[in-house]
Nanobody, 119 residues
Framework: QVQLVESGGGLVQPGGSLRLSCAASGRIFSNYPMGWYRQAPGKQRELVAVITGGSSTHYADSVKGRFTISRDNAKNMVSLQMNSLKPEDTAVYYC?????????????WGQGTQVTVSS
């Protein structure tokens, strides 16, 4: 089993910064991707950023140049540095670990952490 615990959310003014962290425990393999998704009220969950085991990264267009995802395989942690935050970044942010095997793909999710960008 895999457990993911996020931390670091909160209230921040537009233009401010926050850093989210996700601690993973259980059967974690560094070659599987980890990422961050978000869900705003009334909207579907969307990908924010993902990092592979080889440290390749992919970002949603809406956060490119403002957010940076990083991973510490030794500590089984993934972080999301969010700069120049905008009100439209307000959402619950979820950590994700995707396990792919011959039997298929399985997604694990954290409980989510609220990020609110407001003056």
């Amino acid at each position: 089993q895999v457990q993911l615990v996020e931390s670091g959310g909160g209230l921040v003014q537009p233009g401010g910064s926050l850093r989210l962290s996700c601690a993973a425990s259980g059967r974690i393999f560094s070659n599987y991707p980890m990422g961050w998704y978000r869900q705003a009220p009334g909207k579907q969950r969307e990908l924010v950023a993902v990092i592979t085991g080889g440290s390749s990264t992919h970002y949603a267009d809406s956060v490119k140049g403002r957010f940076t995802i990083s991973r510490d395989n030794a500590k089984n942690m993934v972080s999301l540095q969010m700069n120049s935050l905008k009100p439209e970044d307000t959402a619950v942010y979820y950590c994700n670990y995707r396990e792919a095997s011959m039997s298929g793909v399985r997604d694990y999710w954290g409980q989510g952490t609220q990020v609110t960008v407001s003056s």
